[in-house]
């Protein structure tokens, strides 16, 4: 199979000076009188919901020190830290724009920054974090995109990729690379094998889905193909791609760790009223309002996350 890879790394590190043009979830929320905040059942920000929805999970009481990697804006991580504020916490990311932001959003007697790829990242480095967070940003990571038969490029030096693939399959009994189209979340799950290594003991991730699937309470309201295969998605400057997380899951649980896996849904409650349900069912949106709707509940069942507890925790 020939592959290439799809890597983030240039435009975040020195092309990306606003997270305007891919608005997450994450920040969809922030404004108080965001539309999406109006149609949940709890109306908050989305750092308050998750925190409040780990804790019936995790004791998150227990939690002293926090790494987030890949926080963006900071709003997450500056939730965490209104509800729990003995919590030590520590921000890696890739983009120095982002980096700053965070600076100005986290007080910095209570936070470290970083600035790394979390690929380059020695394990060791890792280790002795209580909680892990990744929100919304694994497909961010480098992606084997399968080249087509024809294609003429030589595409990535084979031996390299044959052997991580070899490694993964065997060690994690996975079939990467039998199916010819399928494309591979290598960097998400090194990414995941590595903090599984590092014996971090709770640790959160999330992003766009290719097996999560419409609940048949929504399926009235809401319809997206499930591929099960990685699929592109294009934005500005760069591209990423939807995570296969039974992938994830399976290397956390060959590596001891207990999964929960579920849709965002799961955390941020909607509030099914007239008004959302029309702006659903409408062909057309009517006006920006409808708009924004539409794309963030298709977001809370698109998105899923995995929370993985490390064995020989409760
Ligand atoms: C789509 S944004 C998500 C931001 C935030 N977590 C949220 O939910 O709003 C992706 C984030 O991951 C960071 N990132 C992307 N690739 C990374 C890498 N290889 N190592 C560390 N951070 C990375 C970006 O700089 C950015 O902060």
């Known amino acids: 199979m020939k592959y290439f890879i799809n890597s983030t790394a240039e435009y975040h590190q020195h092309d990306l000076n606003t997270l305007g043009w891919e608005l997450t979830v994450c920040n ?16 908050d920000s989305f ?18 020190t926090v790494l987030e990697i890949g926080g963006g804006m900071g709003y997450l991580m500056r939730d965490f830290l209104s509800l729990n504020p003995a919590m030590r916490a520590k921000m890696i990311d890739i983009s120095p724009f982002l980096l700053d932001k965070q600076k100005e959003v986290l007080p910095s007697s209570k936070v470290d920054f ?14 002795g974090f209580d909680l892990v967070i990744m929100n919304e940003n694994l497909g961010d990571l480098p992606t084997l995109v399968a080249a087509q038969e024809n294609q003429n490029d030589s595409g990535a030096p084979t031996d390299r990729i044959d052997a991580k693939l070899d490694h993964f399959n065997k060690q994690y009994n996975l079939h990467l690379g039998m199916n010819q189209s399928e494309h591979i979340n290598i ?3 090194e990414t995941v ?3 599984c290594l590092a014996g971090i003991r709770y640790i959160y991730l999330s992003e766009h889905s290719c097996e999560a699937a419409v609940p048949e ?21 760069h591209q990423e791609f939807t ?9 956390a649980e060959m590596l001891n760790y207990k999964a929960r896996r579920g849709a965002f849904a799961d955390f941020l409650p909607l509030d099914l009223s007239d008004k959302v349900k029309t702006a659903l069912r409408l062909a057309t949106p009517y006006n920006d309002e409808q708009e ?10 698109k998105y899923e996350y995995l929370i993985l507890i490390r064995g020989d925790e409760s």
Request: proline fraction near 7%.
């Open 28 to 43: 969809s929320l922030e404004p108080v009188n965001s539309p999406c905040r109006r149609i949940l059942s709890s109306p």
């Open 47 to 64: 750092g308050c919901l998750l925190y409040i929805f780990l804790k019936t999970i995790i004791p998150m009481d227990k939690v002293d």
């Open 114 to 127: 970083e600035l790394a790829d979390i690929l380059s990242v020695p394990l060791n480095n890792l280790t």
């Open 187 to 189: 960097g998400a799950l």
């Open 193 to 195: 094998e590595k903090l």
């Open 217 to 237: 309470s929504m399926q009235a309201y809401l319809s997206f193909n499930t591929p099960g295969i990685p699929e592109m998605i294009s934005l500005k400057g």
């Open 243 to 251: 995570i296969k997380f039974s992938c994830l899951q399976k290397i």
């Open 292 to 301: 924004i709707i539409r794309q963030f509940v298709y977001d809370l069942y």
